[in-house]
């Protein structure tokens, strides 16, 4: 467990700082559930950010608990406006969101620690990012003076979506709600990628974005979603990490709950360079994070992609019982590239039972060849392609030797079959403990979204057949952990 420590601080530092922490980290429910929101630095001019965080407040709801302040106006939005956060009623606001230019900061977080808000997400950048240290640490100065928890600099916020608190200044869009929660140096997953999770059926809880983490760090927030019972797996964007003790501390608790998936950034020392540029971090030693995080069961990702497909499947499939997969095909090749996936991420391909082999002869001509993977094709050609899928589909699911399936099919209209099918069997699978994901290779891409729109969000989508292995090493990997720290 001294890895990550040893390389990132002292024992007598950690040990200061996990005192503080420990005591802290409830005030974290303001950054969440706030009473009220003031906003220092609204505007109503379009366009700007401090315009666009009041807009979708009351496009949520908020309109009532929002407070703007802003020197030259009265009302903003149909919002009364504040000339100081000193003029806004004592008590109504926990939660202080600051826009202003980075100068004007330290003024703007001295108000808010007069008036008692002990919650503050800093949105403005020009801090340590761009090598402005000494005012960053003013503003530590200054929250420290006041008892104030600060997220950021740099920072857009959080999403919460049960209570409808988006404090992005990012036009609002519409967010599904759901178990999955995404912790971040970056503003991307309250922004570019909503979409994306909208489109693939990723439901969320919470969304934080940590920006230079003066203060609030991955530390904190892994602690408030290890206790909120609305996230159901945790998905972290590290490009460093301060507090490598406390880290892997809660992590070992957590993850024996809770799966957490990371993508460490900052791997090689170009991407080491370009984290001291975006946030001020320094990304450390690649390879200690990884030993760190073995240790403590966190599952390592290497991109983006990588990490929204395996929270897909940890939101959806049933951890299975052990690494054996049964993989059904429509190709060949698909086979032989699936077989060497498996075993790059320590999966096996067990032989399908007698019974199975009986069962999947009936669509079978005579002749064929039968295995793991299953290549259908000839049963396709001599059976049809709905009986054959759904004839092997449920030979597999039934099949004693397989913790795991796998389907392929092609997105192309001349391979197309009603998808419902894969519905009913994958929950059939799910019901005796089974992990179910889908692969429909791209192929037409109207196909592959139809396929997407009826079976997602229970049962995973992937446009390749590398992708779908890699999540399901994922859940492998984590139940594996789990069984091991019983």
């Not at 934080?208 to 996230?231: A, I, M, Q």
């Not at 998936?261 to 946030?279: C, F, P, Q, W, Y």
């Not at 039968?370 to 004839?391: F, H, I, K, Q």
């Not at 446009?463 to 594996?480: G, I, K, Q, S, W």
Request: glycine share 10%; proline share 4%; hydrophobic share 40%.
């Amino acid at each position: 467990m001294g890895l990550l420590t040893c390389a990132l601080a002292t024992g007598e530092q950690i040990a200061s700082k996990i005192l503080m922490k420990q005591k802290s980290y409830l005030m974290l429910s303001g950054f969440f559930e706030p009473r009220g929101v003031v906003v220092v630095g609204a505007s109503r001019n379009p366009g700007k950010g401090g315009y666009t965080v009041v807009e979708n407040f009351v496009k949520t709801g908020f309109k009532d608990k929002v407070f703007p302040i802003n020197p030259h106006a009265s009302e903003i939005l149909g919002v009364r406006a504040y000339k100081s956060v000193k003029d806004v009623p004592k008590g109504v606001a926990d939660l202080a969101l600051i826009l202003v230019p980075a100068e004007a900061v330290p003024t703007a977080l001295h108000e808010c620690g007069e008036c008692g808000i002990k919650n503050v997400i800093i949105e403005s950048g020009g801090f340590a990012e761009v090598g402005n240290h000494e005012l960053e640490r003013e503003v530590v100065s200054t929250a420290k003076r006041y008892g104030i928890r600060v997220m950021g600099p740099n920072s857009i916020g959080v999403v919460n979506t049960s209570s409808g608190l988006f404090t992005p200044y990012v036009s609002l869009l519409q967010i599904r709600g759901g178990g999955v929660a995404f912790v971040g140096q970056t503003g991307l997953f309250a922004s570019v990628f909503l979409e994306y999770f909208n489109e693939r059926h990723i439901g969320i809880s919470k969304i934080v974005c940590l920006g230079n983490k003066c203060d609030v760090d991955e530390t904190d927030v892994l602690e408030y979603l290890g206790n909120d019972p609305e996230t159901k797996v945790i998905c972290m964007y590290i490009e460093g990490v301060r507090d490598g003790r406390r880290l892997m501390t809660l992590a070992k608790r957590i993850s024996k709950q809770k799966p957490i998936i990371v993508l460490k950034a900052g791997r090689t020392e170009l991407g080491r360079k370009a984290a001291a540029s975006h946030t001020g971090t320094l990304a450390g030693d690649d390879k200690i994070y990884d030993a760190a995080f073995k240790q403590c069961g966190i599952i390592r990702v290497s991109y983006f992609e990588e990490l929204f497909d395996v929270a897909k499947a940890f939101a959806s499939q049933p951890l299975p019982n052990g690494k054996n997969v049964g993989i059904i095909t429509v190709t060949g090749a698909g086979g032989v590239t699936a077989a060497d996936y498996c075993m790059e991420r320590g999966l096996e391909l067990p032989p399908l039972s007698k019974r199975t082999l009986e069962a999947v002869k009936r669509v079978f001509p005579e002749w064929a060849s039968l295995g793991n993977p299953l290549d259908v094709w000839v049963a396709v050609e001599a059976s049809g392609m709905e009986r054959t899928y759904e004839a092997t589909t449920r030979a597999l699911v039934e099949d004693e030797n397989v913790d795991a399936l796998i389907v392929v099919l092609a997105a192309v209209s001349w391979t197309a079959t009603d998808v419902k099918i894969f519905k009913n069997l994958g929950e059939e699978c799910m019901r005796r403990g089974k992990s179910f994901l889908f692969v429909s290779l791209l192929g037409e891409y109207q196909i592959f979204k139809r396929c997407v729109e009826t079976l997602e969000p229970e049962i995973p989508v992937f446009p390749t057949v590398e992708r779908a292995v890699r999540a399901l090493a994922a859940l492998v990997e984590y139940r594996d952990y789990v069984m091991a720290s019983r």
